[in-house]
C-alpha cells in the first residue's frame, strides 16, 4: 500500500542529501563541483517527489473523512414519523369517497365534485402554495360537502363551540367503530387544533393524546398542538416526548412549528416543579379556566394543589427563619457571657445568664449624666414593675443605688 510516510520520504531525504552535497570540501584542499544540468534535473524530482508527496495525503485523507460523515449519520436516530405526500392523501380521500358511496351515504353529484378537488396530477400552472396548502383543511373541507355530520361541527366551531360544548350527538359519531378511522381521526385533529386555539387544552388533549402520527393527515400539526396542550399543563415528561418527536423533521417541518417549538421545549425543561414559577403558571390556569367559565371538580384539584404547595413553601420559609433564629439566640448567650457575642435580630428576653455587670466607660466629667429627677426616676420604676419581670426592677433600683453611693464618695 503507497505510504506517505514511507518510501517516498526516504527518497526525499536522499535526495535532499545529494543536493546539500553540492561544494562540499574535500580532504585535499578543492570541492567536488555539480554539473548545473545534473543540479537542476535534481531539483525538479525534488519539486515532483513534493507534489506526489502531498497528493497521496490528500488521497488517504479524503475517504477518511468520508467515511466519519457517514459514520455520524448513521448514529443519528432515523424520524420516527413520515410527512404524507398529497398523492397518499388522495389515495386515501379516493378510498373513503368509494366507501361511502358504496354505503350509499352521500349523494353522487356530491361525491363527484369532491373528487374533481383531488386530481391525480396538480395543474401545470399550480403553484408552490398550492401544493403547500394545509392538507387537514382541504380533508375537512371535503368531509363537509359530503358528511352533514362534519358540517354540524364545523358549524359548532363557527358558533363558538368546540369540544364540550356540541350536543353529545354532535361528536357520539366521533367514537362509533363504524365510522372509517381516515374520517374520524381527520376530525379528531381539527377539532383538537380548533380547542387549542381557544386556549381549551383540556379539550384538545383528550382529542389529540391518542391519535397515532403514523396515521395523521397533518402529523406536524397533531404534535406541536399536542404538545402546546402538553406544555400549558404542565406535563413536562411527555410534552419534551412530543416536541422531540416533532423536531426528528427539523427542516421539513412549517417554520412556525419548528421555532415555537424550541422556544417550548428550553422553557419546560427549565421550570422546577413546586418552584414559585411552577405556582405561578398553575395559578395563571386556575384563572383560564375561570375565564372558560369552568368551576368544576378539575378546577377545584388545581387550586387545592396550589394551597399544598404554597402552605409547604411557607413552612420551608418558617423552618428556615426558626434555625436563623436558633443560631442568632445561640450567639446572644455567648455575648452574655463574654461580652462580644453577636447582636440579636429581635428584641426578646435572652438567654444568657450573666452577673448584670457593664463594662465601664470613660463618659467624661461633665455634670448630670445618668441623673433624673425623683418623680421621673419613680415613673421610670414603675414603668418596668408592670412591663417587665420582677428581678428588672431590683437591677435598675441597685443601678441607682450605685449611683447615688459613686456621688456621696466623690
Same mark, same amino acid.
Given at each position: 500500500m503507497f505510504r506517505p510516510g514511507g518510501t517516498v520520504r526516504i527518497c526525499l531525504r536522499s535526495m535532499i542529501q545529494s543536493i546539500c552535497s553540492f561544494g562540499t570540501p574535500t580532504p585535499f584542499g578543492g570541492q567536488i563541483r555539480m554539473h548545473p544540468s545534473r543540479f537542476f534535473y535534481m531539483v525538479a524530482a525534488f519539486a515532483a517527489v513534493a507534489v506526489l508527496l502531498t497528493a497521496g495525503q490528500a488521497t488517504l485523507a479524503a475517504p477518511m473523512r468520508g467515511s466519519a460523515a457517514v459514520s455520524d449519520r448513521d448514529l443519528e436516530r432515523p424520524p420516527s414519523w413520515s410527512i404524507p405526500s398529497p398523492a397518499d392523501i388522495r389515495l386515501r380521500m379516493v378510498g373513503w369517497l368509494d366507501a361511502m358511496s358504496a354505503a350509499g351515504k352521500h349523494l353522487e353529484a356530491d361525491s363527484a365534485a369532491v373528487r374533481a378537488t383531488w386530481p391525480e396530477e396538480l395543474p401545470a400552472d399550480a403553484s408552490a402554495a398550492d401544493v403547500q396548502a394545509d392538507m387537514l383543511d382541504r380533508v375537512i373541507d371535503s368531509f363537509i360537502r359530503v358528511d352533514p355530520r362534519c358540517a354540524a361541527i364545523q358549524k359548532g366551531v363557527l358558533d363558538g363551540r368546540v369540544a364540550g360544548e356540541q350536543g353529545p350527538a354532535d361528536l357520539a359519531w366521533l367514537a362509533d367503530p363504524a365510522t372509517a378511522a381516515f374520517q374520524r381521526d381527520a376530525v379528531r385533529l381539527w377539532l383538537g387544533r380548533a380547542c387549542v386555539r381557544r386556549d381549551r387544552f383540556d379539550e384538545g388533549l383528550a382529542l389529540l393524546a391518542d391519535l397515532d402520527p403514523a396515521t395523521a393527515v397533518d402529523p406536524a400539526t397533531l404534535l406541536f398542538h399536542r404538545a402546546a396542550c402538553q406544555h400549558w399543563l404542565l406535563e413536562s415528561d411527555v410534552a419534551v416526548d412530543s416536541l422531540d418527536r416533532l423536531l426528528e423533521r427539523s427542516g421539513e417541518i412549517p417554520v412556525r412549528y419548528e421555532r415555537v417549538a424550541r422556544l417550548l421545549k428550553a422553557d419546560i425543561t427549565a421550570l422546577e416543579d413546586e418552584s414559585l +414559577?411552577? *405556582? /405561578?403558571?398553575?395559578? !395563571? +390556569? *386556575? $384563572? !383560564? !379556566? @375561570? #375565564?372558560?367559565? !369552568?368551576?368544576? $371538580? &378539575? $378546577? @377545584? /384539584?388545581?387550586? #387545592?394543589?396550589? *394551597?399544598?404547595? @404554597?402552605? &409547604?413553601?411557607?413552612? /420551608? *420559609?418558617?423552618? =428556615?427563619? =426558626?434555625?436563623?433564629?436558633s443560631q442568632s439566640s445561640s450567639g446572644a448567650g455567648g455575648g452574655g457571657r463574654g461580652g462580644n457575642g453577636t447582636p440579636m435580630d429581635d428584641s426578646r428576653i435572652a438567654g444568657g445568664k450573666g452577673p448584670g455587670e457593664v463594662t465601664k466607660r470613660d463618659i467624661g466629667e461633665s455634670d448630670g449624666w445618668g441623673k433624673l429627677p425623683p418623680h421621673q426616676r419613680e415613673e421610670a420604676l414603675q414603668q418596668i414593675g408592670r412591663e417587665f419581670p420582677a428581678h428588672y426592677r431590683e437591677a435598675i433600683e441597685q443601678y441607682f443605688k450605685r449611683l447615688a453611693s459613686g456621688e456621696e464618695k466623690r
Open positions: +414559577d411552577h *405556582i /405561578a403558571r398553575r395559578m !395563571r +390556569d *386556575i $384563572t !383560564r !379556566r @375561570l #375565564d372558560l367559565g !369552568r368551576p368544576g $371538580t &378539575k $378546577t @377545584l /384539584a388545581v387550586q #387545592d394543589g396550589v *394551597i399544598d404547595s @404554597l402552605d &409547604k413553601m411557607i413552612k /420551608a *420559609i418558617e423552618e =428556615q427563619q =426558626q434555625q436563623q433564629q
